[in-house]
């Protein structure tokens, strides 16, 4: 048996971390077993698609490298693979339950049944959700409902009696009684479009899936699909119910814990190996303890065996240091291609490069490389060398417990060690050992004299190393730097 699995979003928002671990999974299972991996579109939710998301669900597979063997833009031999060109084919196969009797019409206006729900709700009835009113109509009762204008739904029909029972390769046997299954759900709605359940079980089997690949959530509606499948006297293919994607505190994994759409994480600067090799581990495990593949190592490895039954948790900073390890593996040659859109986007640079701009970022590439957790993190860390600091708040140049006088006199001998250090060919090591020396002498902490020359070099607390920056400046925009720093906080004083 060939191996076909398929992820099937809908356009309705953009892909996010949760949806896209699905395909993940689905598509390193099909390529480890030597299968067929389906993009299919599930459309039929009108109000809420939009073609930015279309879009969105393209791009974000093409960055993440998933090559689709059939779908709508590859075609394949049981397509269309975008429901809403499937309408005929749901309407054929409901009006074939109606005709086997496993399917009826139902006539109920939304009034009706917005009176029965009040009324169950009142009374608390132990009976939710619809009566099957419609179930048992003679022809000539139907005849009569047509010819006053009502238009149809097909619901089918559920048994009230006995079990149903979803096998699932990670979860086992899950079973439910039929009389707590969902009472004779819609199936063909009066607009001829199907829901979720017919167009997915009619889609399923005419594109011959063998393994469904779904999130813990569709859990309550297995039962129904399992029934629905009787009702067509088609087999199943074999469910496996994938964790759910927590955050850190336990909850499902949504926006109050950060970003969690894939073009998010692209726009800040994750590498789409690392996002696709940390997702992969979410809720996957290969042998408990080695956390890094490449796609293509991932692509043989991966089995459905090695799926935790316990949620995964996504954690930003666990992301932040595998992006952080990928972008160390780039030449300084590829990361500086990577960069330069987020250097362009800040206004930092222009292109053509210049030939200044160009040497400047080339030596800028590989000292901000060890530091960068992601790409767009070299525009606050860069922006010293592109824009010339403003020391509009003298209190950036304090350390904790520093006076501004102190300040200034710790500023004033690191100048001086600076100038003679560079005058004399002194060591950036002997430099900076003078400069935290100066601190003893000054009795404070070794930060209380890094800091003023830090915020005169950069215009920020927060930079890259010292002797990194002073490089990256040049001698005499460093000095130049300084005094006018000295200036602001004498006038200060």
Not at 67 to 75: A, F, M, R, S, W
Not at 190 to 197: E, I, L
Not at 467 to 473: E, H
């Amino acid at each position: 048996m060939e191996v076909r699995v398929r992820y099937a979003p809908s356009p309705t928002g953009l892909q996010h971390i949760g949806g896209v671990r699905t395909a993940l999974f689905n598509y390193f299972f099909a390529r480890a077993n030597g299968g067929k991996f389906i993009l299919r579109v599930e459309d039929t939710d009108q109000e809420r698609y939009s073609d930015e998301s279309l879009e969105d669900l393209y791009n974000t597979l093409n960055w993440l490298g998933l090559t689709c063997d059939e779908g709508p833009l590859v075609g394949g031999p049981y397509g269309p693979y975008v429901q809403s060109e499937r309408f005929e084919l749901y309407k054929k196969y409901a009006e074939q339950l109606v005709s086997d009797g496993k399917a009826y019409r139902c006539y109920c206006t939304s009034e009706r049944l917005e009176a029965l729900r009040a009324e169950q709700q009142a009374a608390k009835s132990e009976m939710q959700g619809y009566d099957r009113h419609c179930s048992n109509l003679s022809d000539e009762e139907r005849s009569e409902l047509e010819s006053q204008g009502l238009t149809s739904v097909i619901r089918l029909k559920v048994p009230t009696e006995g079990k149903t029972t979803i096998h699932d390769v990670l979860m086992g046997d899950i079973t439910r009684r039929n009389r707590d299954v969902s009472p004779d759900p819609i199936l063909l709605k009066s607009d001829g479009f199907p829901t979720y359940h017919l167009a997915n079980v009619i889609d399923d089997h005419m594109m011959h899936i063998t393994h469904i690949m779904r999130a813990q959530e569709w859990i309550p509606s297995g039962p129904l699909h399992i029934l629905l499948y009787e009702a067509f006297g088609w087999e199943a293919p074999l469910y496996c119910h994938l964790p759910m994607v927590m955050g850190k505190d336990g909850q499902k994994l949504s926006k109050r814990h950060g970003s969690t759409s894939v073009r998010d994480f692209k726009e800040k600067g994750y590498l789409p190996e690392a996002l696709m090799n940390y997702v992969s581990m979410v809720g996957w495990s290969y042998d408990g303890q080695r956390e890094f593949f490449t796609k293509e190592e991932l692509e043989k490895v991966f089995s459905l065996e090695k799926i935790n039954k316990a949620p995964g948790v996504f954690d930003y900073k666990k992301l932040d240091w595998f992006n952080g390890q990928y972008i160390r593996l780039k030449s300084d040659e590829e990361l500086a291609q990577l960069l330069l859109p987020y250097m362009l986007e800040a206004g930092f640079v222009s292109e053509p490069l210049s030939e200044d701009v160009q040497a400047k970022f080339v030596a800028l590439v590989p000292v901000v490389k060890e530091r960068l957790k992601v790409l767009s993190d070299v525009v606050p860390l860069s922006r010293f060398l592109f824009e010339e600091p403003q020391y509009s708040d003298p209190s950036l140049f304090l350390a904790k417990n520093v006076e501004l006088s102190v300040a200034l006199t710790a500023l004033e001998g690191a100048y001086e060690i600076l100038k003679k250090g560079f005058a004399g060919n002194v060591s950036n090591e002997d430099m900076e050992q003078s400069i935290a020396a100066l601190a003893t002498e000054l009795d404070v902490k070794v930060n209380g004299v890094f800091m003023p020359l830090r915020v005169a070099l950069t215009g920020s607390s927060v930079s890259l190393p010292l002797f990194d920056s002073i490089f990256l400046l040049g001698q005499e925009k460093t000095f130049a730097r300084i005094e006018t720093a000295l200036s602001v906080l004498r006038s200060e004083g």
